[in-house]
């Protein structure tokens, strides 16, 4: 099984004997966070499986072989989708034939529904069962995409509460599992040990800047964000400001758009969770971050901007009042929303502004943040989803959702 090259060539080999093989993709930075959970838990009720597929360093730490990473498949809006399209054709044909060709005993898929959906039908077509992890967003757009996954994917297991009945109306098989965040999103160091760890002084205000994990996101938004920093600086002297790099970014783009900007940053690789944490406020890419953001407990500004065409083509589809997660989950707007041509630094810097002038305001996000882990279910989403998984395992794709 999995019988494609190891990248890079350090990869842990798998067992060519073992006749327990599982495929999983994950396209993107936050599939890749989860999945890797969902693979230890999978190993710890059944250590003999094997696994590749598509993803980053969080599954490859996990033993899985990669065939491509997921920094290499993620795309925003649709004119980088056609700049990535040969690639991306190429790893799917891959695949494909893998599925084919070898028969692994199940497919996990992770978000990234354009690419997944497509390979769940040729998995179906394979007599492979399938196992979708982490829901495309039917509920915010394109909902018709749930008869598809409905004749294709043989297990759901959804992360946001109100998605289970969405998918449940339809017919498909589902779970809510809770959120895998809630065992992600914790502090490993105190704010004193994180300002030395950083370099920091103990000073305030501390802004974190958050432009999101794939490069067309950083191109557009960091600009914007670092000079949001900039007017900030003339506000609050002593304000000093922190960039947890995403594994998925070129440490180099990221130092390029910021030395066209005379306002000091320090950029982090990876440790997200510390420097957020201790952050008094954050500007925060649309996606996954915000969430992370909120169960960390600081205050946001989300900003989100794509090519102008596909905003006119989302404008059209989109059937939801928010963007953000955490804005979705509370029902109201906690964050304020900056899309497209309002995502200024003018405009960013105004509402950071207005957070850290504002105490009061700035608490009670706080307390409305910290109600939003309670509306996630509770700690374990990973271990009950690698629970479903392996009985689809066991089973060749027949279980019955337990709910």
């Known amino acids: 099984?999995?019988?494609?090259?190891?990248?890079?060539?350090?990869?842990?080999?798998?067992?060519?004997?073992?006749p327990r093989t599982v495929v999983i993709v994950a396209g993107e930075a936050s599939g890749d966070l989860h999945g890797a959970h969902l693979v230890r838990e999978m190993k710890a009720l059944d250590p003999s499986l094997s696994f590749c597929g598509v993803g980053g360093a969080n599954l490859e730490a996990e033993g899985v072989r990669l065939i491509a990473r997921s920094s290499e498949m993620a795309v925003v809006g649709l004119t980088e989708v056609f700049s990535k399209l040969r690639f991306i054709a190429g790893v799917f044909f891959r695949l494909r034939g893998m599925l084919r060709k070898e028969k692994p005993d199940l497919v996990i898929l992770i978000d990234y529904p354009d690419f997944n959906l497509r390979l769940a039908s040729e998995a179906k077509r394979a007599g492979v069962?399938?196992?979708?992890?982490?829901?495309?967003?039917?509920?915010?757009?394109?909902?018709?995409?749930?008869?598809?996954?409905?004749?294709?994917?043989?297990?759901?297991a959804v992360i946001l509460p109100f998605?289970?009945?969405?998918?449940?109306e339809m017919g498909v098989d589902v779970d809510f599992v809770g959120h895998p965040l809630l065992d992600a999103v914790n502090r490993s160091r105190s704010r004193e040990e994180a300002l030395a760890a950083f370099g920091l002084r103990d000073a305030w205000p501390l802004v974190a800047l958050l432009?999101?994990?794939?490069?067309?996101?950083v191109?557009?938004?960091?600009?914007?964000?670092?000079?949001?920093?900039?007017?900030?600086?003339?506000?609050?002297?002593?304000?000093?400001?922190?960039?947890?790099?995403?594994?998925?970014?070129?440490?180099?783009?990221?130092?390029?758009?910021?030395?066209?900007?005379?306002?000091?940053v320090t950029v982090l690789t990876g440790q997200m969770y510390d420097a957020v944490g201790i952050s008094d406020a954050a500007m925060v890419a649309s996606g996954t971050a915000t969430l992370e953001t909120a169960l960390l407990?600081?205050?946001?500004?989300?900003?989100?901007?794509?090519?102008?065409?596909?905003?006119?083509?989302?404008?059209?589809?989109?059937?939801?009042?928010?963007?953000?997660?955490?804005?979705?989950?509370a029902g109201r707007t906690l964050a304020p929303e900056l899309v497209q041509?309002?995502?200024?630094?003018?405009?960013?810097?105004?509402?950071?502004?207005?957070?850290?002038?504002?105490?009061?305001r700035r608490e009670m996000i706080r307390n409305e943040l910290a109600a939003i882990r309670s509306k996630l279910g509770q700690p374990g989403a990973a271990?009950?989803?690698?629970?479903?998984?392996?009985?689809?395992?066991?089973?060749?794709?027949r279980v019955q959702g337990s709910g």
Not at 211 to 217: D, Q
Not at 245 to 261: C, N, R
Not at 383 to 397: D, F, M, P, S, Y
């Open 341 to 360: 041509e309002n995502a200024t630094a003018q405009r960013l810097a105004a509402e950071v502004k207005a957070l850290l002038t504002d105490r009061e």
């Open 129 to 156: 069962p399938v196992f979708y992890y982490i829901s495309p967003q039917v509920w915010a757009w394109r909902k018709n995409r749930i008869h598809r996954i409905r004749q294709v994917v043989d297990r759901m």
């Open 219 to 264: 191109t557009s938004l960091l600009p914007e964000m670092a000079g949001a920093a900039e007017i900030l600086i003339r506000d609050f002297p002593d304000a000093q400001f922190v960039l947890p790099l995403a594994e998925t970014v070129d440490p180099a783009l990221v130092q390029g758009i910021l030395s066209g900007h005379p306002v000091p």
């Open 1 to 18: 099984m999995c019988p494609f090259p190891p990248t890079p060539p350090a990869m842990v080999p798998l067992d060519m004997n073992n």
């Open 211 to 217: 432009p999101g994990s794939r490069a067309k996101e």
């Open 383 to 397: 271990r009950r989803a690698a629970a479903i998984a392996l009985e689809l395992v066991k089973t060749g794709g």
């Open 163 to 168: 998605e289970k009945d969405v998918y449940a």
């Open 297 to 329: 407990g600081t205050p946001m500004v989300i900003a989100y901007r794509i090519s102008p065409l596909t905003a006119a083509v989302g404008r059209r589809v989109i059937r939801v009042q928010h963007i953000g997660l955490v804005n979705l989950i």
